[in-house]
């Protein structure tokens, strides 16, 4: 009996201690984790590119702009961007070389189909593939590349992923209305930093691309031969934000041959649709676009 007593309190005293172990455990779970420094400074450098909404953060921020910003040495800036840009969460201007967000924070924002601009493109996108029965896509800018937010599919049985790819800026049928309103110069600056040497008629020259920005400027489209699908040609449209920036383009991949009117007719109801959608992210009725950006900050 005696030893069973001892047996018995000394279980008791296992199962206290056992009990004040755990609990001591569920006490440093419940404890948060150590902030992470220097996570919370790659996010201070998100932050800041994230901007103001105001017009000067369309092009980036220079390397110098953010450190003075943020308070901090330049090279340690000028490293965490790096190593950020290696993720895709930044991306840096081949021309500018200013930094904006990366193409991998509009990919997931995409792909949660939160983002305003999806949410509300969507229809007018349905609409378009239905009306030509054509792969209809959402695209947007970055740096010399044009990145894909969303896309339609046509009734076709084979169709190529697009969402979240990002593609080089003269390869996309929308470039040429995203790039409509740039200046002679500026776009020149960006070809001769994209374009590939001994160009071919696939791409097109320098003059072809300011003449074809020209048309898209004064007729509201553009009509491209380069398509990185298998269509034979794009028909594509700017998209304005409430300021009347371009802040995206939508386009149709025609992958049916067609003959160069058919191509004016499809740019027009294109132009018209990303008119309404325009119209739908808080565009004025007139439609009329604000003046011109001032320059951003330094890239230095």
Avoid at 68 to 88: C, F, T, Y
Avoid at 199 to 215: I, K, M, R, T
């Amino acid at each position: 009996m005696r030893l069973v007593a001892v047996s018995a309190k000394s279980g008791a005293a296992s199962a206290t201690i056992a009990q004040c172990f755990c609990y001591e455990r569920t006490r440093m779970s419940d404890k948060p984790p150590a902030p992470s420094a220097g996570l919370r400074r790659d996010m201070e450098i998100l932050e800041v590119l994230a901007g103001h909404g105001d017009d000067r953060d369309t092009d980036g921020f220079g390397v110098s702009w953010i450190a003075q910003r943020l308070g901090r040495e330049k090279s340690q800036v000028s490293r965490a961007l790096r190593a950020l840009e290696l993720e895709g969460m930044v991306e840096r201007d081949a021309v500018t070389r200013r930094y904006r967000l990366g193409w991998r924070l509009f990919a997931l924002a995409a792909r949660s189909q939160q983002a305003r601009l999806v949410q509300v493109a969507a229809p007018y996108l349905r609409r378009l593939a239905t009306a030509f029965d054509e792969d209809a896509y959402l695209c947007v800018l970055r740096g010399n590349r044009v990145l894909t937010l969303l896309s339609v599919p046509s009734s076709r049985a084979y169709h190529r992923v697009w969402e979240g790819i990002t593609v080089p800026v003269i390869m996309a049928a929308a470039g040429r209305s995203l790039l409509s309103e740039w200046d002679g110069e500026r776009v020149r600056e960006l070809l001769r930093a994209t374009l590939p040497s001994g160009l071919d008629s696939a791409v097109g020259s320098e003059d072809d691309w300011l003449a074809e920005l020209a048309h898209a400027r004064t007729a509201g489209y553009a009509v491209s031969d380069v398509e990185l699908d298998d269509g034979a040609a794009g028909v594509s449209a700017p998209v304005r934000d409430h300021r009347g920036i371009i802040t995206a383009a939508i386009s149709v991949s025609v992958t049916r041959a067609a003959p160069p009117e058919r191509l004016h007719e499809m740019g027009a109801v294109v132009a018209e649709t990303a008119r309404e959608l325009s119209t739908a992210l808080g565009l004025p009725p007139s439609g009329h676009p604000v003046a011109a950006c001032p320059e951003p900050p330094g890239a230095d």
